[in-house]
């Protein structure tokens, strides 16, 4: 059975980087089959799509937080991690891992920004 789970601090001051980490078990990070992915929820609106990483290692952004968003992983410890700098409190959210394409997620984890 694959689980993901999300990691990392529930409060990040403004400017500041985001810094996530998904620990998976019961798959490799280096899947052949499925990209590994950053996905996130503010608070009364929909799901976005941040960023990906597949098999081969290269990392996928969505193009609006492309020039601020850094996805890459530790095969050794089989996590991967998300990096998002220069935060606002327009990126508080419940942020959440998953292995798109199977439908399997992390539970999520709520990020604030805020001084």
């Known amino acids: 059975q694959v689980q993901l789970q999300e990691s990392g601090p529930g409060l990040v001051k403004p400017s500041q980087t985001l810094a996530l980490t998904c620990t998976v078990s019961?798959?490799?990070?280096?899947?052949?089959?499925?990209?590994y992915s950053w996905i996130r929820q503010p608070p009364g609106k929909g799901l976005e799509w941040m960023g990906a990483?597949?098999?081969?290692?290269?990392?996928y952004f969505s193009p609006s937080l492309k020039s601020r968003t850094s996805v890459f992983r530790d095969m050794t410890k089989n996590q991967f991690y998300l990096q998002l700098s220069s935060v606002t409190p327009e990126d508080t959210a419940v942020y959440y891992c998953a292995r798109l394409g199977s439908g399997t997620w992390g539970q999520g984890t709520q990020v604030t920004v805020s001084s």
């Open positions: 019961g798959d490799s990070v280096r899947s052949a089959e499925y990209y």
């Open positions: 990483i597949g098999y081969s290692g290269t990392p």
